[in-house]
């Protein structure tokens, strides 16, 4: 799942898509004590926040080190929200009381197919159905507005999401390689799967 040569590790993805024409599975109930928080310019930097403290430390943080640092997070909403495709309909947050503890991202792309930009929800807060209902709140979403496609990309080492992506339909239409500086790879993580050369 991880090339290495002299100069660069290459990191395997997979692009999935989904064809948003058929039903979609009714968006669950959220748990007691969560709610829905709908996408509003002041939020970009809520948003940002809790991508953070969803990717920090995964892998996908060592694969776009922007994901791995607040700044960087920070960026990455501001690029999201200046794209002329951004879609505030498939862009949601989930709160716990005062707190944010999901988030996700859509964008329709000039070829009209949405592209989930990133989901995630924070450690604490995982296994509770929350990824299924984010996916599936901002999947309404595009719907709602006439996109009929959606595409997001996985790395391969991210099993969690590669499942649930799976289990909500998305199949694999594409593997890729990202390129990451290994000096960026050897600072960020010691327990990879073993590399090898190319
Ligand atoms: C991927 C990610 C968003 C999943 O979020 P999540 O809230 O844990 O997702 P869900 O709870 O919907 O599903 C996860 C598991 O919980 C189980 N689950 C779903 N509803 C549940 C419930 N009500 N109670 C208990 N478990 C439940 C699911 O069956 C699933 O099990 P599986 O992984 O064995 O298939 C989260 O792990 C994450 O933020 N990861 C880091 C960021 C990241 O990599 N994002 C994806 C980038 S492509």
């Not at 590790?9 to 692009?15: D, L």
């Not at 920070?74 to 707190?99: N, Q, Y």
């Not at 991210?158 to 998305?170: H, I, S, T, V």
Request: positive net charge; charged residues 20%.
């Amino acid at each position: 799942m991880v090339f290495t040569d002299s100069s660069c590790t290459y990191f395997k993805r997979f692009r999935m898509e989904l064809n948003l024409q058929g039903p979609l599975p009714t968006t669950p109930a959220l748990p007691t004590g969560f709610t829905w928080v709908p996408w509003q310019d002041w939020l970009l930097e809520r948003h940002a926040e809790v991508k953070y403290q969803c990717f920090v430390e995964q892998i996908d943080a060592i694969v776009f080190p922007n994901l791995g640092c607040r700044d960087g997070c920070l960026r990455l909403m501001h690029e999201i929200v200046a794209k002329p495709g951004f879609k505030p309909e498939a862009t949601w947050m989930i709160a716990c009381g005062s707190d944010y503890c999901g988030t996700i991202q859509g964008v329709r792309e000039r070829s009209g197919k949405g592209a989930i930009q990133n989901v995630g929800v924070a450690p604490a807060f995982r296994g509770k159905g929350l990824g299924t209902a984010l996916l599936l709140k901002a999947l309404h979403g595009f719907q709602r507005s006439g996109v009929h496609g959606v595409h997001l990309e996985v790395t391969a080492q991210n099993d969690g999401a590669l499942r649930l992506y799976r289990r909500l339909g998305f199949r694999c239409r594409k593997t890729l390689y990202k390129m990451v500086d290994p000096l960026v790879v050897a600072a960020s993580c010691t327990s990879l799967e073993p590399s090898w050369t190319i």
